[in-house]
């Protein structure tokens, strides 16, 4: 028979445990320590490469992206910091002015596009408006979807709409869009022609007759898109910041 192990040696399997558990301990906390202080050295030769490079990260809208994404490898956000060195960048306010015309271009073609612009035209409309002049610095999609960020302040209304194949609009009216308001959204740009009906979305979208039209008649109330009753086959619903794509296409 074999014998059971007595208290003595229960106590001492304890403490070994404890003793490995401690160790454990200590290890993880020397592996973040030091992964602290690399951290660190990675943050001071960030900014040193920032002071260096300034006027190229101002200027260079692929150099700014590629600063960006320096940043965020070691979770340092240069936009987020009003105050020290980032702020003698600019790059912030760069952002925020970018921001404040997002919404100006938003709000004045509002009664034009039910609330809802791509990307593409918002940039083509703020270029316009900044002017060429060379104290501008360049406009790509990325710096716009970064300043886009900013308004998450306002809440839901401002947000950002991935319509596919690279392709985003900006929605600036209150009030969230659903998965189905988004996929009709995704299969008008598919399309390709700035309309939608119900039949394409059953056909496209495999969804039964009811739902394609509650998502386009909610649309429709919220004025994101316009009634056309003219089509002798059906109703088409037409949004006209992709219907102004198509015919700048």
């Not at 990260?57 to 150099?63: G, Q, S």
């Not at 998965?179 to 390709?192: E, I, P, R, W």
């Not at 039964?208 to 109703?235: P, S, Y």
Request: hydrophobic share 40%.
């Amino acid at each position: 028979m074999r014998r059971r192990a007595g208290i003595g040696a229960i106590q001492k399997q304890k403490l070994e445990q404890e003793k490995y558990k401690d160790k454990g301990t200590e290890l993880q906390e020397n592996q973040l320590e030091q992964m602290s202080k690399q951290l660190e050295v990675f943050r001071i030769n960030l900014e040193e490469f920032a002071a260096k490079h300034k006027n190229e990260i101002k200027k260079n809208a692929t150099f700014r992206r590629q600063f960006q994404e320096m940043c965020a490898s070691i979770g340092v956000d240069p936009l987020a910091s009003g105050k020290g060195f980032w702020s003698v960048l600019g790059i912030g306010d760069f952002y925020y002015e970018l921001s404040v015309q997002i919404v100006e271009v938003c709000l004045a073609t509002n009664d034009k596009n039910g609330g809802l612009i791509t990307l593409d035209e918002l940039r083509q409309r703020l270029i316009k408006a900044r002017g060429r002049s060379k104290q501008h610095q360049e406009i790509t999609i990325d710096d716009l979807l970064c300043a886009a960020k900013k308004l998450r302040i306002f809440g839901s209304g401002f947000s950002i709409v991935p319509i596919g194949k690279g392709q985003y609009l900006v929605q600036s009216i209150p009030g969230e869009l659903s998965m189905d308001h988004t996929a009709v959204l995704q299969q008008t740009a598919n399309l390709g022609m700035g309309y939608i009906s119900a039949s394409i979305l059953q056909k496209e979208l495999k969804w039964e007759a009811g739902r394609c039209q509650k998502a386009i008649d909610h649309m429709v109330k919220e004025g994101l898109c316009w009634v056309d009753e003219q089509n002798t086959i059906e109703k088409l619903y037409w949004f006209s910041s992709m219907f102004a794509e198509c015919v700048s296409a």
